[in-house]
């Protein structure tokens, strides 16, 4: 299958040769996904909800029952996968001891995240992706750490599908890394998530992109009784909450209030997203999340990471944070039976090949720019090559200031293009080609100097 089919060439006098493309699916891509197997997320599931509570507060210590019980578990099936990674994928849990906080913690809390770690084969490739789902579970009282709460969409969906995709990922090889991590603390204030970027900022880990998965597997609202398992919707936020103040002018000046990192990356899951998965639409829903609530990508975004958050269409609220009961014969609590595991399936597909697409592409371009010197009714941009990977050629992206998605996709193999739209009316970005067709998350030009 060609990789790109040539729509439509624009050959003005003194502009380059470019051509619009439709982008075909990757057959390896293609394949991965079609591995996705609704049938491991339900036994995931059944398992995660047979540890009775992972509350945060719960045991750490008792084999059967807790979040310790359910963190070594992961880290099992991590290790399982690992076997056939010829030392590429390490799993562990990562821990930290927290003391009471007035809030959401009454005792000194031995807090664990489970995590898998895919090394990238380059090792002069920095690139980290990351994956995520929340372990722990809660009823009603949120400081109950001894009913039974079995969590099976709040969010052992979540990381039902982190673990797919460690399976199936993990059987291939790409020159950056990938993260899979089921972190704890979630409802607890965000704890686990908390920790992991704070250590990621202190570090100076080269996260690009953070895939959040929170209540991703139930298909209808309680309020409405809308049944739907064709949409998905990404949270993302549209100005960047990690030193606003020293970029504010910038992108005041760009008009760039709808162009932060993390909306990038909701745009990037859309289209991936799309594209690899049948009958599934991706809405963005630009705020960094619900009212009320929060998810774990929010630590990451406040330390200045791309991060989304990736959920169910509807969310059924007699399902989350109740305690299993029936009340006028109206059943409460988060139970599997309430569950669509083939759109999981779907929701799991959509963040396998995000991460595919990602880890086997290039790095972004670098010094990305747009000529504003003069005043001309056609746009300029130059860039240079990214630090790693071996790239193909170039996307431009094209849209109108007023639309929310890219219009046009460019191909161009040269670093620098003039094309005959202006600047005024258009936001630009730049995205790195693979050989095999693989995309960079794009890059916003700067204005050159």
């Given at each position: 299958m060609k990789k790109a089919l040539i729509l439509l060439a624009l050959t003005a006098a003194g502009y380059a040769t470019v051509a619009q493309t439709i982008v075909s699916r990757d057959p390896l891509i293609e394949k991965m996904v079609s591995q996705v197997s609704s049938d491991s997320l339900q036994a995931y599931i059944d398992q995660l909800v047979k540890f009775g509570t992972r509350h945060t507060l719960s045991s750490t210590t008792d084999p059967k029952r807790g979040i310790g019980a359910a963190r070594n578990w992961v880290v099992q099936k991590f290790n399982q996968f690992a076997v056939k990674t010829n030392g590429r994928m390490t799993a562990y849990v990562d821990t930290s001891t927290l003391q009471p906080d007035g809030r959401r913690i009454n005792q000194q809390v031995n807090l664990g995240n489970a995590m898998a770690v895919l090394k990238g084969t380059d090792p002069n490739d920095k690139r980290i992706f990351l994956i995520s789902g929340h372990l722990d579970s809660r009823v009603t009282d949120v400081m109950n750490a001894k009913a039974d709460a079995p969590g099976a969409n709040d969010d052992a969906s979540g990381v039902a599908a982190v673990i797919e995709s460690a399976r199936i990922l993990s059987q291939t090889a790409y020159p950056a890394t990938i993260i899979f991590v089921a972190v704890s603390g979630e409802e607890q204030g965000?704890?686990?998530?908390?920790?992991?970027?704070?250590?990621?900022?202190?570090?100076?880990?080269?996260?690009?992109?953070?895939?959040?998965?929170?209540?991703?597997?139930?298909?209808?609202?309680?309020?409405?009784?809308?049944?739907?398992?064709?949409?998905?919707?990404?949270?993302?936020?549209?100005?960047?909450?990690?030193?606003?103040?020293?970029?504010?002018?910038?992108?005041?000046?760009?008009?760039?209030?709808?162009?932060?990192?993390?909306?990038?990356?909701?745009?990037?899951?859309k289209e991936v997203g799309e594209r690899y998965v049948d009958h599934l639409e991706i809405k963005l829903i630009y705020r960094n999340d619900r009212f009320l609530r929060g998810g774990d990508h929010t630590p990451f975004v406040q330390r200045g990471f791309a991060a989304v958050r990736i959920t169910e269409m509807n969310e059924n609220f007699l399902h989350q944070h109740q305690d299993?009961?029936?009340?006028?014969?109206?059943?409460?609590?988060?139970?599997?039976?309430?569950?669509?595991?083939?759109?999981?399936?779907?929701?799991?597909?959509?963040?396998?090949?995000?991460?595919?697409?990602?880890?086997?592409?290039?790095?972004?371009?670098?010094?990305?720019?747009?000529?504003?010197?003069?005043?001309?009714?056609?746009?300029?941009?130059?860039?240079?090559?990214?630090?790693?990977?071996?790239?193909?050629?170039?996307?431009?992206?094209?849209?109108?200031?007023?639309?929310?998605?890219?219009?046009?996709?460019?191909?161009?193999?040269?670093?620098?293009?003039?094309?005959?739209?202006?600047?005024?009316n258009y936001f630009f970005a730049v995205q790195s080609v693979s050989e095999n067709g693989q995309e960079s998350l794009p890059v916003v030009p700067e204005v050159g100097r």
């Amino acid at each position: 299958m060609k990789k790109a089919l040539i729509l439509l060439a624009l050959t003005a006098a003194g502009y380059a040769t470019v051509a619009q493309t439709i982008v075909s699916r990757d057959p390896l891509i293609e394949k991965m996904v079609s591995q996705v197997s609704s049938d491991s997320l339900q036994a995931y599931i059944d398992q995660l909800v047979k540890f009775g509570t992972r509350h945060t507060l719960s045991s750490t210590t008792d084999p059967k029952r807790g979040i310790g019980a359910a963190r070594n578990w992961v880290v099992q099936k991590f290790n399982q996968f690992a076997v056939k990674t010829n030392g590429r994928m390490t799993a562990y849990v990562d821990t930290s001891t927290l003391q009471p906080d007035g809030r959401r913690i009454n005792q000194q809390v031995n807090l664990g995240n489970a995590m898998a770690v895919l090394k990238g084969t380059d090792p002069n490739d920095k690139r980290i992706f990351l994956i995520s789902g929340h372990l722990d579970s809660r009823v009603t009282d949120v400081m109950n750490a001894k009913a039974d709460a079995p969590g099976a969409n709040d969010d052992a969906s979540g990381v039902a599908a982190v673990i797919e995709s460690a399976r199936i990922l993990s059987q291939t090889a790409y020159p950056a890394t990938i993260i899979f991590v089921a972190v704890s603390g979630e409802e607890q204030g965000l704890l686990g998530a908390g920790f992991l970027a704070e250590k990621a900022k202190k570090e100076n880990w080269q996260i690009e992109a953070v895939l959040n998965n929170d209540i991703m597997g139930s298909n209808n609202s309680n309020e409405t009784n809308i049944i739907d398992n064709t949409r998905l919707r990404v949270f993302s936020e549209g100005l960047p909450a990690y030193e606003l103040d020293k970029k504010a002018a910038s992108i005041r000046g760009m008009g760039l209030e709808n162009d932060g990192p993390s909306r990038q990356l909701a745009r990037y899951v859309k289209e991936v997203g799309e594209r690899y998965v049948d009958h599934l639409e991706i809405k963005l829903i630009y705020r960094n999340d619900r009212f009320l609530r929060g998810g774990d990508h929010t630590p990451f975004v406040q330390r200045g990471f791309a991060a989304v958050r990736i959920t169910e269409m509807n969310e059924n609220f007699l399902h989350q944070h109740q305690d299993v009961r029936i009340e006028k014969g109206v059943q409460y609590g988060d139970l599997r039976e309430f569950m669509d595991f083939e759109y999981l399936r779907k929701n799991t597909a959509v963040n396998l090949a995000c991460l595919a697409n990602l880890a086997g592409a290039p790095g972004v371009p670098a010094d990305v720019k747009i000529d504003v010197k003069n005043l001309t009714n056609s746009s300029y941009l130059y860039w240079k090559a990214p630090a790693t990977g071996k790239t193909k050629g170039y996307y431009i992206l094209m849209r109108e200031t007023s639309e929310a998605h890219w219009q046009k996709k460019i191909f161009t193999t040269e670093t620098s293009i003039r094309l005959p739209y202006s600047k005024d009316n258009y936001f630009f970005a730049v995205q790195s080609v693979s050989e095999n067709g693989q995309e960079s998350l794009p890059v916003v030009p700067e204005v050159g100097r």
